[in-house]
DNA sequence: AAATAAGAGGATGAAATAATCAATTGAGCA
DNA sequence: TGCTCAATTGATTATTTCATCCTCTTATTT
């Protein structure tokens, strides 16, 4: 569904939102302790995202990395595009090249009509649901963020 | 989403049996020709739905491989198990390992609830659609399979 | 029985993904 | 200024996925 990478990339934003308020910076090392992620494949992911302005880092005696912007400015959809690209809302399920995402679509594979509107509403969660409300949803309701 | 690997493996049973009606053989170079999938690694790919009897295969002229079982009693999650596993119905989107698939899950991720509905409408249309009924309703509506 | 037409299976190669290592750069601090 | 800390960059390794090649076996046809 999501690379290895995606998903550590999306769980190391959740954890900066939570933990680095306030234009605080965390260090890679701690994030990849806490998370149980490799710290230097780490570093090249967090890396990438601050490449595209959704991190900032620092470097130096307390340097790290933090939020690049407000949190509900980051949807899921921004991290999934940036490190497994479009690809799953793109292109057809079974890999026929004619089938394409659009409603209306000339040369449908078999499946497209059952599979078109799960796709939307995986479109719709991804790009609605930001870094943002999934936190204050997180700290409302006292979850408990392990990995 | 899916692999490579399974996506040619769904495509090859809806081919065969659209083609390969009442116990007839088609050849593995005939069928990587029409949906351009590599030969020998088509080869394998049908091989191993062979061992699970999903498929017959005979050896020798006029040879091939063929359904080997009811379409309708082949559906789209039977395939998928084989080829690419269960991980993606099992396990968490995005990767924490407490979080599991069931409903009263104890220890959600932050995108659980969001993605519960959907995961279960994915793996409803897997279960339910079988390449029986995606071939009559290809043939009712005369679609054209291409790839 | 021999020739031929297939799939089966093992070994190998290439590409993408995942992970590591070492050297460099820049920021803060004394 | 010079030291240290931490991210950056580039090179390297490992693993999995994707794909090919070659030989073997089986089944049909003559």
Redesign the pocket.
């Known amino acids: 569904m999501l ?3 995606c998903k ?1 990339a999306i769980r190391s934003v959740i954890y900066l939102a939570l933990n680095a308020k306030d234009g605080k910076k ?4 701690k994030i990849s302790e806490d998370l149980d992620i ?4 780490l ?2 992911i ?2 990438s995202l ?2 595209q302005k959704l991190l900032s ?9 933090g939020l690049g912007k407000d949190p509900m400015e980051i949807s899921l959809m921004n991290i999934v595009e940036i490190v497994d690209g479009l690809d799953m809302f793109e292109n057809c399920l079974i890999g026929m090249r004619p089938c394409k995402t659009d409603t209306n679509n000339q040369d449908p594979c078999p499946v497209h009509n059952q599979f078109k509107g799960i796709r939307q509403q995986m479109f719709k969660l991804f790009n609605e649901r930001t870094i943002g409300n999934l936190i204050t949803e997180i700290e409302d309701t006292d979850e408990y963020i392990s990995l």
């Open positions: 690379s290895n990478t550590y965390i260090g890679i090392k490799p710290t230097p494949f570093g090249k967090l890396q601050a490449r880092s620092t470097k130096g005696p307390h340097g790290g990395f």
